[in-house]
């Protein structure tokens, strides 16, 4: 499985962006999909996910102001972000295909190449 994010950039505090995450192969629709993000120096950090029935979690962080959804017709899955924050100024990375506790990093199998979202004050 092949993850190729996009749609991050640079905004102003207030703004939004709509990154996507399309996902090659066969099992999309069955896979627990997830958003991570990584500032400078820090670990990498949750923020949503969405598993194969939509069922959907976020981090408390982004809770309000963050949005997760999926299109299983064109294995893409969609994180709107609204109201962003400078603390949001990070790399974000898709994920998929999660053995465990799909809040964890470390239990997916498969990753993008993250996108930089920058936010400005």
């Known amino acids: 499985v092949q993850l190729v994010e996009s749609g991050g950039g640079s905004v102003q505090a207030g703004g939004s962006l709509r990154l996507s995450c399309v996902a090659s192969g066969r099992s999309f629709s069955g896979y627990t999909m997830g958003w991570f993000r990584q500032a400078p120096g820090k670990g990498r950090e949750f923020v949503a996910r969405?598993?194969?029935?939509?069922?959907?979690n976020w981090a408390d962080s982004v809770k309000g102001r963050f949005t997760i959804s999926r299109d299983n017709a064109k294995n893409t899955v969609y994180l709107q972000m609204d109201s962003l924050k400078p603390e949001d100024t990070a790399v974000y990375y898709c994920?998929?295909?999660?053995?465990?506790?799909?809040?964890?990093?470390?239990?997916?199998?498969?990753w993008g190449q993250g996108t930089q979202v920058t936010v400005s004050s």
């Open positions: 969405i598993g194969w029935r939509g069922n959907t």
């Open positions: 994920a998929a295909s999660v053995v465990g506790d799909p809040e964890r990093f470390t239990g997916y199998a498969y």
